[in-house]
């Protein structure tokens, strides 16, 4: 006979965090400043100028490649003088290092020094040895769109806005299971119980979303959106499934 109880948790949680404010080709191909310092939860905004630019997240050995499931602006074609209205915001997860390259080919930008880092080291697998090794290397870019942060379009808070984002949901679930068997011996019955307690994070939701709210009628900038109600649900749908289906 066996024993099975299941605690399905599902938790938020709002932490207050820094915005840190990066240009991207402003004087020159250069992301400004190139060495950024963030902490966990810090969201790192860039702001473009002419002509042509990307933020792409890279490895460090391949510096002028895209990470698999890394973070991409897209190409934010900006007029003379700039900033272009678009910004492109991630949000950093962890203290690991973050490496960022320009993926316009015209012109080698990412070959040519356009990178940069978010906690690089200062020995070893340094920014400067990054900006080394990407002189050697082949520019590729994404197939797709904007993908892992906001890309934020006509942000000046005089118009309307489109944000693009990418969120993921996952689904915790602590079980307890007590497995028990019964034997007789010589007339004599017995009993065991063996406790034991598992603990699973289960991704149940990805949800890209694209919002256009109406046109602000104040000069305050516009702020980001909540996330997707559908998303919500999908994500508290998930949990459901996956409880019925331990038990």
């Given amino acids: 006979m066996q024993f099975t109880t299941i605690n399905v948790l599902a938790l938020a949680s709002a932490v207050s965090a820094a915005t840190i404010k990066v240009t991207v ?3 020159g191909l250069v992301y400004t400043p190139s060495e950024i310092k963030a902490a966990v939860g810090d969201e790192v905004e860039f702001s473009f100028f002419p002509k042509n630019h990307t933020v ?3 490895s460090f050995a391949k510096p002028c490649e895209p990470l698999e499931g890394g973070f991409f602006s897209g190409f934010v074609p900006t007029p ?3 900033p272009s209205s678009t910004t492109f915001t991630i949000t950093v997860k962890d203290t690991k290092p973050v490496w960022i390259y320009c993926g316009q080919t ?3 930008h990412c070959q040519s020094g356009m990178v940069a880092a978010i906690n690089a080291p200062t020995e070893g697998k340094t920014l400067a040895a990054f900006a080394a090794a990407a002189k050697n290397s082949t520019t590729i870019n994404p197939s797709g769109g904007p993908v ?3 890309l934020k379009q006509g942000g000046n808070g005089t118009g309307a806005s489109t ?3 990418t969120s993921s949901y996952s689904t915790t679930v602590v079980g307890t299971t007590t497995i028990q068997s019964a034997y007789t011996s010589n007339g004599v019955a017995y009993t065991t119980a063996v406790p034991s307690v598992y603990t699973s994070v289960i991704a149940t939701a990805s949800v890209a979303t694209s919002i256009s709210p109406p046109a602000a009628t104040s000069s305050v900038p516009q702020s980001g959106a909540a996330a997707p109600t559908g998303a919500v649900k999908a994500f508290v749908a998930g ?5 019925a289906a331990l038990v």
Avoid: I
């Fill in 25 to 27: 080709g402003q004087g």
């Fill in 56 to 58: 792409s997240q890279a």
């Fill in 80 to 82: 003379a003088p700039g």
């Fill in 106 to 108: 015209k012109g080698n």
């Fill in 148 to 150: 892992g942060g906001v």
């Fill in 163 to 165: 944000v693009l984002s």
């Fill in 239 to 243: 949990a459901a499934l996956l409880a």
